[in-house]
């Protein structure tokens, strides 16, 4: 019970490298049982990328300060580096901040090169299949919690629209967005529209909502394609993404930017 804490830049490089080995086995999520509800090579080349800006960044230490790993740690020990192929098929070492941006840079441009894909035209199409039920696999999402109506899922209960008293059940809603984040939205951003619900709704009326009680109209409970049930509550069954191909464009676009400005 002794044993000191590990340095989380450890855990990140741990993390990476078991990635590293076994993504070039794992199967894309269009042949994948289960699809984008199952952990995949899309998402494990995402998640790389995500992890690997992570270990390049700054975080929270021990005395209080924001460092990065090169400013405390010597990040040439092997449990701070992690060994890949980049894009011309060389194997390089990550160990410093740049190295860990620059493998960002290489999983994003992988998965672009080796599965490429586009946005949906609307922003919301991703989020209306969730609150369809519709699972599509090689699109805009790349992984997914899934979730089984009455057995789990609080998308639409804890994270969503207020409904109360409603015949496709009720809410306890635990997501806010301030009036400030609203705001930040260019006027006539179509995403605010779909990301700030400034309305609620009681007996199935749609009443507006404070400015102080903004929700996330992504997931409106009201417009779930199942029939829910006016007493029902937690266990919706939506599903919930933990990674976008926006995700990878713009990753990609802060690498790119963090290393050649």
């Not at 709704?201 to 903004?214: K, L």
């Amino acid at each position: 019970i002794d044993k000191p804490r590990t340095d989380k830049n450890v855990i990140y490089s741990r993390c990476l490298q078991q990635l590293v080995d076994i993504e070039p086995n794992m199967k894309w999520s269009d042949v994948n049982t289960g699809g984008i509800e199952r952990m995949s090579r899309d998402f494990a080349i995402g998640l790389i990328a995500r992890l690997a800006l992570f270990r390049a960044g700054y975080g929270l230490t021990v005395d209080g300060t924001m460092k990065r790993a090169d400013d405390y740690l010597d990040v040439t020990a092997d449990s701070l580096t992690v060994t890949y192929k980049n894009l011309s098929g060389a194997t390089v070492t990550a160990s410093s901040h740049n190295d860990y941006v620059q493998m960002a840079k290489d999983y994003c441009q992988k998965i672009i090169q080796l599965k490429p894909r586009e946005l949906n035209p609307d922003f919301y199409t991703a989020f209306q299949n969730e609150m369809n039920y519709t699972v599509v696999n090689n699109s805009e999402v790349l992984a997914e919690v899934a979730f089984v109506q009455n057995y789990g899922g609080d998308v639409g209960w804890s994270i969503g629209v207020t409904n109360s008293g409603c015949s496709n059940g009720n809410t306890t809603i635990q997501v806010g967005l301030t009036p400030s984040y609203y705001m930040s939205f260019a006027d006539g951003d179509y995403r605010r529209e779909i990301t700030c619900a400034n309305y609620d709704h009681n007996a199935d009326t749609v009443r507006a909502a404070a400015a102080t009680s903004i929700k996330v109209g992504k997931w409106d409970r009201s417009l779930a394609a199942k029939d829910l049930g006016k007493d029902s509550s937690k266990g919706t069954g939506i599903n919930f993404p933990l990674m976008r191909w926006s995700d990878i464009l713009l990753m990609l676009a802060e690498a790119e930017n963090e290393l050649n400005g």
